[in-house]
Protein backbone atom coordinates (compact mmCIF):
# COMPACT_ATOMS: atom_id res chain seq x y z
CA UNK A 1 0.00 0.00 0.00
CA UNK A 2 1.10 3.34 -0.64
CA UNK A 3 0.49 5.89 1.00
CA UNK A 4 -1.08 9.39 -0.27
CA UNK A 5 1.50 12.08 -1.00
CA UNK A 6 4.22 9.70 -0.82
CA UNK A 7 6.31 9.80 -3.87
CA UNK A 8 7.07 7.03 -5.73
CA UNK A 9 10.84 5.96 -4.64
CA UNK A 10 10.15 6.66 -1.11
CA UNK A 11 9.82 3.63 -0.30
CA UNK A 12 13.06 2.47 -1.34
CA UNK A 13 14.99 5.57 0.12
CA UNK A 14 13.41 4.34 3.00
CA UNK A 15 14.60 1.38 2.90
CA UNK A 16 18.20 1.91 1.76
CA UNK A 17 18.53 4.54 4.84
CA UNK A 18 17.55 1.69 7.28
CA UNK A 19 19.63 -1.25 6.54
CA UNK A 20 23.33 -1.29 7.25
CA UNK A 21 26.11 -0.80 5.02
CA UNK A 22 27.76 -4.31 5.09
CA UNK A 23 30.72 -2.65 7.29
CA UNK A 24 28.24 -1.62 9.85
CA UNK A 25 26.94 -5.19 9.58
CA UNK A 26 30.35 -7.26 10.24
CA UNK A 27 30.96 -4.47 13.56
CA UNK A 28 27.20 -5.77 14.46
CA UNK A 29 28.06 -9.50 13.99
CA UNK A 30 31.21 -9.18 15.96
CA UNK A 31 30.81 -11.37 18.79
CA UNK A 32 32.16 -10.41 22.30
CA UNK A 33 34.50 -12.83 22.31
CA UNK A 34 35.86 -11.22 19.40
CA UNK A 35 35.75 -7.91 20.25
CA UNK A 36 38.13 -8.96 23.32
CA UNK A 37 40.30 -10.72 21.02
CA UNK A 38 40.64 -7.90 18.65
CA UNK A 39 41.00 -5.58 21.81
CA UNK A 40 43.56 -7.36 23.83
CA UNK A 41 45.24 -7.98 20.11
CA UNK A 42 46.07 -3.81 19.63
CA UNK A 43 47.32 -3.54 22.94
CA UNK A 44 49.78 -6.52 22.73
CA UNK A 45 50.47 -4.63 19.43
CA UNK A 46 51.07 -0.93 21.04
CA UNK A 47 53.07 -2.75 24.05
CA UNK A 48 55.48 -4.10 21.77
CA UNK A 49 55.92 -1.17 19.61
CA UNK A 50 56.44 1.05 22.77
CA UNK A 51 59.03 -1.90 23.83
CA UNK A 52 61.33 -1.88 20.14
CA UNK A 53 61.58 1.94 20.44
CA UNK A 54 62.94 1.54 23.76
CA UNK A 55 64.79 -0.86 22.84
CA UNK A 56 66.63 0.86 19.96
CA UNK A 57 66.80 4.07 21.61
CA UNK A 58 68.81 2.39 24.62
CA UNK A 59 72.39 2.67 24.56
CA UNK A 60 72.83 -1.21 25.63
CA UNK A 61 76.82 -0.74 26.05
CA UNK A 62 76.38 1.77 28.47
CA UNK A 63 73.63 0.40 30.23
CA UNK A 64 75.70 -3.37 30.58
CA UNK A 65 78.58 -1.03 31.93
CA UNK A 66 76.81 0.79 34.46
CA UNK A 67 74.23 -1.23 35.79
CA UNK A 68 75.48 -5.18 35.11
CA UNK A 69 79.33 -4.47 35.85
CA UNK A 70 80.55 -8.13 36.63
CA UNK A 71 83.51 -6.60 38.64
CA UNK A 72 82.09 -4.10 40.52
CA UNK A 73 79.54 -6.55 41.63
CA UNK A 74 82.05 -9.40 42.38
CA UNK A 75 83.51 -7.16 44.45
CA UNK A 76 80.86 -6.93 47.53
CA UNK A 77 80.57 -10.75 48.25
CA UNK A 78 80.40 -12.04 49.73
CA UNK A 79 79.63 -9.60 52.96
CA UNK A 80 76.67 -8.77 50.01
CA UNK A 81 75.17 -11.78 51.82
CA UNK A 82 77.64 -12.40 55.19
CA UNK A 83 77.27 -9.10 56.55
CA UNK A 84 74.21 -6.52 54.59
CA UNK A 85 71.75 -9.75 53.98
CA UNK A 86 72.23 -10.90 57.68
CA UNK A 87 71.99 -7.31 59.35
CA UNK A 88 68.86 -7.17 57.05
CA UNK A 89 66.98 -10.17 58.39
CA UNK A 90 67.59 -9.54 62.21
CA UNK A 91 66.85 -5.69 62.38
CA UNK A 92 63.51 -7.18 60.52
CA UNK A 93 63.01 -10.07 63.07
CA UNK A 94 63.59 -8.13 65.97
CA UNK A 95 61.25 -5.39 64.70
CA UNK A 96 58.80 -7.72 63.70
CA UNK A 97 59.09 -9.52 67.25
CA UNK A 98 58.18 -6.04 69.07
CA UNK A 99 55.99 -4.81 66.48
CA UNK A 100 53.91 -8.60 66.89
CA UNK A 101 53.39 -8.21 70.65
CA UNK A 102 52.85 -4.59 70.91
CA UNK A 103 50.25 -4.87 67.93
CA UNK A 104 48.01 -7.58 70.07
CA UNK A 105 48.81 -5.30 73.06
CA UNK A 106 46.79 -2.75 71.28
CA UNK A 107 44.14 -4.35 69.75
CA UNK A 108 43.43 -5.89 72.91
CA UNK A 109 43.36 -2.17 74.63
CA UNK A 110 41.24 -1.12 71.30
CA UNK A 111 38.86 -4.03 72.53
CA UNK A 112 38.93 -3.02 76.31
CA UNK A 113 35.69 -1.97 77.75
CA UNK A 114 38.11 0.40 79.78
CA UNK A 115 37.69 4.06 78.44
CA UNK A 116 41.39 5.48 79.00
CA UNK A 117 42.60 1.92 77.26
CA UNK A 118 40.57 2.87 74.21
CA UNK A 119 41.73 6.20 73.63
CA UNK A 120 45.71 4.83 74.31
CA UNK A 121 45.77 2.62 71.88
CA UNK A 122 43.68 4.85 69.80
CA UNK A 123 46.16 7.79 69.89
CA UNK A 124 48.49 5.85 69.33
CA UNK A 125 47.26 3.87 66.27
CA UNK A 126 46.47 7.25 64.64
CA UNK A 127 49.79 8.98 65.40
CA UNK A 128 51.84 6.11 64.47
CA UNK A 129 50.33 5.32 61.26
CA UNK A 130 50.37 9.34 60.32
CA UNK A 131 53.82 9.63 60.59
CA UNK A 132 56.45 8.63 57.75
CA UNK A 133 58.61 5.93 59.05
CA UNK A 134 61.67 7.72 58.24
CA UNK A 135 60.33 10.63 60.66
CA UNK A 136 60.43 8.11 63.53
CA UNK A 137 63.31 6.73 62.79
CA UNK A 138 65.16 10.02 63.20
CA UNK A 139 63.43 11.20 66.11
CA UNK A 140 64.68 7.95 67.79
CA UNK A 141 68.29 8.95 66.91
CA UNK A 142 67.17 12.70 68.31
CA UNK A 143 66.16 10.44 71.53
CA UNK A 144 69.48 11.53 74.03
CA UNK A 145 69.03 14.95 73.07
CA UNK A 146 65.83 14.83 75.08
CA UNK A 147 66.90 12.68 77.77
CA UNK A 148 70.45 12.99 78.27
CA UNK A 149 72.20 10.19 79.44
CA UNK A 150 69.64 7.80 77.43
CA UNK A 151 71.14 4.70 75.93
CA UNK A 152 68.64 2.43 74.25
CA UNK A 153 70.32 -1.19 75.09
CA UNK A 154 71.98 -3.02 71.39
CA UNK A 155 73.60 0.44 70.49
CA UNK A 156 71.96 0.66 66.80
CA UNK A 157 70.25 -3.07 66.71
CA UNK A 158 68.19 -1.46 69.57
CA UNK A 159 67.11 1.62 67.88
CA UNK A 160 66.14 -0.43 64.93
CA UNK A 161 64.35 -2.86 66.71
CA UNK A 162 62.76 0.38 68.43
CA UNK A 163 61.72 2.04 65.56
CA UNK A 164 60.49 -1.25 62.42
CA UNK A 165 58.47 -2.02 66.58
CA UNK A 166 56.66 0.65 66.71
CA UNK A 167 55.95 1.65 63.08
CA UNK A 168 54.83 -2.14 62.54
CA UNK A 169 52.38 -2.01 66.23
CA UNK A 170 50.16 0.42 64.56
CA UNK A 171 49.45 -1.85 61.40
CA UNK A 172 49.36 -5.33 63.33
CA UNK A 173 47.16 -3.80 65.76
CA UNK A 174 44.29 -2.56 63.03
CA UNK A 175 45.11 -6.43 61.80
CA UNK A 176 44.69 -7.93 64.97
CA UNK A 177 41.32 -6.32 65.90
CA UNK A 178 39.70 -7.26 62.28
CA UNK A 179 41.04 -11.04 63.49
CA UNK A 180 39.31 -10.54 67.22
CA UNK A 181 36.12 -9.27 65.63
CA UNK A 182 36.06 -12.14 62.86
CA UNK A 183 36.29 -14.86 66.06
CA UNK A 184 32.46 -15.59 66.54
CA UNK A 185 31.25 -14.23 69.73
CA UNK A 186 29.75 -17.89 70.33
CA UNK A 187 33.50 -19.37 70.96
CA UNK A 188 34.05 -16.42 74.08
CA UNK A 189 30.32 -17.56 75.50
CA UNK A 190 31.40 -21.11 75.23
CA UNK A 191 34.65 -20.56 77.08
CA UNK A 192 32.88 -18.37 79.63
CA UNK A 193 29.55 -20.98 80.06
CA UNK A 194 32.76 -23.60 81.34
CA UNK A 195 33.85 -21.36 84.18
CA UNK A 196 36.75 -19.82 82.10
CA UNK A 197 37.82 -16.19 83.38
CA UNK A 198 38.07 -13.68 81.09
CA UNK A 199 41.43 -13.21 80.03
CA UNK A 200 42.50 -16.94 79.64
CA UNK A 201 39.45 -17.32 77.62
CA UNK A 202 41.14 -14.74 75.37
CA UNK A 203 44.65 -16.31 75.27
CA UNK A 204 43.45 -19.77 75.29
CA UNK A 205 40.45 -19.71 72.69
CA UNK A 206 40.19 -15.93 70.95
CA UNK A 207 44.11 -14.77 70.19
CA UNK A 208 45.07 -17.95 68.75
CA UNK A 209 41.81 -18.41 66.12
CA UNK A 210 42.41 -14.60 65.61
CA UNK A 211 46.06 -14.86 64.76
CA UNK A 212 45.54 -17.90 62.43
CA UNK A 213 42.68 -15.92 60.61
CA UNK A 214 45.36 -13.03 59.70
CA UNK A 215 47.90 -15.12 59.16
CA UNK A 216 47.54 -13.72 55.81
CA UNK A 217 48.44 -10.13 56.06
CA UNK A 218 50.33 -10.66 58.65
CA UNK A 219 52.99 -12.27 56.15
CA UNK A 220 52.46 -9.28 53.93
CA UNK A 221 53.31 -6.74 57.24
CA UNK A 222 56.47 -8.78 57.54
CA UNK A 223 57.32 -8.25 53.93
CA UNK A 224 57.11 -4.21 54.00
CA UNK A 225 58.76 -4.32 57.05
CA UNK A 226 61.95 -6.16 55.17
CA UNK A 227 61.90 -3.02 53.01
CA UNK A 228 61.02 -0.44 55.36
CA UNK A 229 64.52 -1.94 57.28
CA UNK A 230 66.26 0.20 54.23
CA UNK A 231 65.74 3.45 56.59
CA UNK A 232 68.57 2.15 59.39
CA UNK A 233 70.90 4.06 56.92
CA UNK A 234 69.95 7.09 58.80
CA UNK A 235 70.62 6.02 62.07
CA UNK A 236 74.74 5.95 61.20
CA UNK A 237 75.68 2.41 60.46
CA UNK A 238 79.75 1.12 61.06
CA UNK A 239 80.89 -1.32 58.01
CA UNK A 240 79.65 -4.18 60.26
CA UNK A 241 76.02 -2.48 60.80
CA UNK A 242 75.17 -1.70 57.22
CA UNK A 243 71.97 -4.05 55.32
CA UNK A 244 71.41 -3.97 52.16
CA UNK A 245 70.66 -0.57 50.91
CA UNK A 246 73.16 1.14 52.99
CA UNK A 247 75.61 -1.58 51.83
CA UNK A 248 74.58 -1.14 48.26
CA UNK A 249 75.08 2.78 48.54
CA UNK A 250 78.19 2.79 49.70
CA UNK A 251 79.52 0.09 47.23
CA UNK A 252 78.14 2.26 44.41
CA UNK A 253 79.80 6.07 45.44
CA UNK A 254 83.14 3.93 46.19
CA UNK A 255 83.10 2.33 42.63
CA UNK A 256 81.22 5.53 41.02
CA UNK A 257 78.60 2.89 39.36
CA UNK A 258 75.31 1.81 40.24
CA UNK A 259 75.54 -1.81 39.73
CA UNK A 260 76.07 -2.61 43.32
CA UNK A 261 72.41 -0.67 44.26
CA UNK A 262 71.05 -2.87 41.43
CA UNK A 263 72.61 -5.68 43.13
CA UNK A 264 70.92 -5.15 46.58
CA UNK A 265 67.82 -4.86 45.12
CA UNK A 266 67.69 -8.37 43.24
CA UNK A 267 68.60 -9.57 47.10
CA UNK A 268 65.50 -7.75 48.43
CA UNK A 269 63.59 -9.77 45.84
CA UNK A 270 64.93 -13.32 46.73
CA UNK A 271 63.81 -12.91 50.02
CA UNK A 272 59.99 -10.65 48.94
CA UNK A 273 59.05 -12.78 45.99
CA UNK A 274 58.96 -15.94 48.18
CA UNK A 275 57.23 -14.54 51.67
CA UNK A 276 54.61 -12.73 48.86
CA UNK A 277 53.93 -15.83 46.92
CA UNK A 278 53.79 -17.37 50.52
CA UNK A 279 51.32 -14.92 51.61
CA UNK A 280 48.85 -15.55 48.14
CA UNK A 281 48.85 -19.71 49.20
CA UNK A 282 47.75 -18.48 52.51
CA UNK A 283 45.00 -16.36 51.47
CA UNK A 284 44.24 -19.18 49.25
CA UNK A 285 43.81 -21.27 51.28
CA UNK A 286 41.33 -19.78 54.04
CA UNK A 287 39.03 -18.56 51.34
CA UNK A 288 38.83 -22.38 49.98
CA UNK A 289 38.32 -23.22 53.43
CA UNK A 290 35.24 -20.37 53.40
Known sequence: MVRH????????????????????????????????????GVQYALLIAVVAVLAS???WKSIHQSFFNGQV?????????TVALKNTVIYTACGYVVGFALGMLLALMRQSSVAPYRWIASTYIEIFRGLPALVIFLMIGSLPLAFPGLRIPGDVYGQVTLGL???SAAYMAETFRAGLQAVPRGQMEAARSLGMPYMRSMVSIIIPQAVRIVIPP???????????????????????????????????STFANPTPILVSGLTYLLITIPLGYVARRLESRQEGKR
Open 5 to 40: GAEPGDGVVTAQRLAPSPRQGTRQGWSPRRRQRVSR
Open 57 to 59: LAD
Open 73 to 81: AADGLPRLF
Open 165 to 167: GLV
Open 218 to 252: LTNQLVLLFKDSSLVLFLGLTAAQVELAKFGNDQA
